[in-house]
């Protein structure tokens, strides 16, 4: 994984990408589910941390998002997380400098 940069202005084509990828969770589900697959303990949190600038993200927590997952009675399975990490790289993941980040 190369990595992408994440922006506020990204959230709705991420939220869409993840709609694919999640399809059987509730729109509140997949968004507390993405934020903590890109590393924030809650969604509330990413935003606010993407209201200053944008954040590089160069991994993905797939323990979490599967961990948070099943505390909210989701089925989610290791595949839907590498099918929305593909997704997230080829949406985001083209540009050449990242180097402030």
């Not at 202005?9 to 999640?22: C, Y």
């Amino acid at each position: 994984m190369t990595g992408f940069l994440l922006t506020l202005d990204r959230l709705k084509a991420l939220k869409q990408q993840a709609l694919m990828s999640i399809p059987h969770a509730k729109a509140a589900h997949r968004t507390e589910i993405v934020a903590r697959f890109l590393g924030w303990r809650t969604y509330a949190s990413l935003l606010y941390d993407l209201r200053s600038e944008g954040r590089f993200i160069a991994d993905f927590d797939t323990g979490g998002a599967i961990d948070f997952s099943r505390q909210i009675g989701v089925d989610l399975e290791e595949e839907d997380l590498d099918e929305l990490a593909e997704r997230l790289q080829d949406e985001f993941g083209s540009e050449a400098d990242y180097s402030r980040y």
